[in-house]
C-alpha cells in the first residue's frame, strides 16, 4: 500500500485534486482532508485600519512576526522531521493536507493528479 501526503493552499484546491482522484476509479484509493485554521478576515481588516495598507487587503496579527503553528490532525502516520515541519509551516497558514493511500502501481498516478491541483510535498 502506499501514501502520499500533500499539502494544498487552500481546501478548494485539494478537493479538486480528491474529486479528480476518485472519477480514476483506482483500485483501493483512501482519501482524507484536514482543513488547517482560517483566518480572522474581520480582525484582519481591523488591525490593518492602523497601518495604512491598501484597502481590503489583510494582515495576519501574530505575536513576534510569526504565524503560531496549529497543531497537525491526530492520526497514526510516522513523519520525517522534515516532512512534519512542512506540513506544520503549511496547515498553520490555512493550507489543506490531503493523505492519500493506494495500491502500489498507482503512485505516478495519484502523485500526477496531486501536483496538477497544486498539491506539494516536502
Same mark, same amino acid.
Given at each position: 500500500?502506499?501514501?502520499?501526503?500533500?499539502?494544498?493552499?487552500?481546501?478548494?484546491?485539494?478537493?479538486?485534486?480528491?474529486?479528480?482522484?476518485?472519477?480514476?476509479?483506482?483500485?483501493?484509493?483512501?482519501?482524507?482532508?484536514?482543513?488547517? &485554521?482560517?483566518?480572522?478576515?474581520?480582525?484582519?481588516?481591523?488591525?490593518?485600519?492602523?497601518?495604512?495598507?491598501?484597502?481590503?487587503?489583510?494582515?495576519? &496579527?501574530?505575536?513576534?512576526?510569526?504565524?503560531?503553528?496549529?497543531?497537525?490532525?491526530?492520526?497514526?502516520?510516522?513523519?520525517? &522531521?522534515?516532512?512534519?515541519?512542512?506540513?506544520?509551516?503549511?496547515?498553520?497558514?490555512?493550507?489543506?493536507?490531503?493523505?492519500?493511500?493506494?495500491?502500489?502501481?498507482?503512485?505516478?498516478?495519484?502523485?500526477?493528479?496531486?501536483?496538477?491541483?497544486?498539491?506539494?510535498?516536502?
Amino acid at each position: 500500500m502506499g501514501r502520499l501526503i500533500a499539502l494544498f493552499q487552500g481546501q478548494a484546491e485539494a478537493t479538486h485534486a480528491v474529486d479528480e482522484l476518485h472519477r480514476l476509479g483506482l483500485p483501493g484509493l483512501d482519501t482524507a482532508v484536514y482543513e488547517g &485554521p482560517r483566518l480572522d478576515e474581520d480582525r484582519g481588516r481591523d488591525v490593518l485600519a492602523g497601518t495604512g495598507g491598501p484597502p481590503g487587503s489583510m494582515v495576519i &496579527p501574530t505575536t513576534g512576526g510569526m504565524v503560531p503553528l496549529a497543531p497537525l490532525p491526530k492520526w497514526n502516520i510516522k513523519l520525517d &522531521p522534515a516532512d512534519e515541519e512542512f506540513l506544520q509551516q503549511g496547515f498553520s497558514r490555512g493550507g489543506t493536507i490531503v493523505v492519500t493511500e493506494f495500491n502500489d502501481n498507482f503512485e505516478p498516478q495519484v502523485r500526477k493528479v496531486i501536483i496538477k491541483h497544486g498539491g506539494r510535498f516536502s
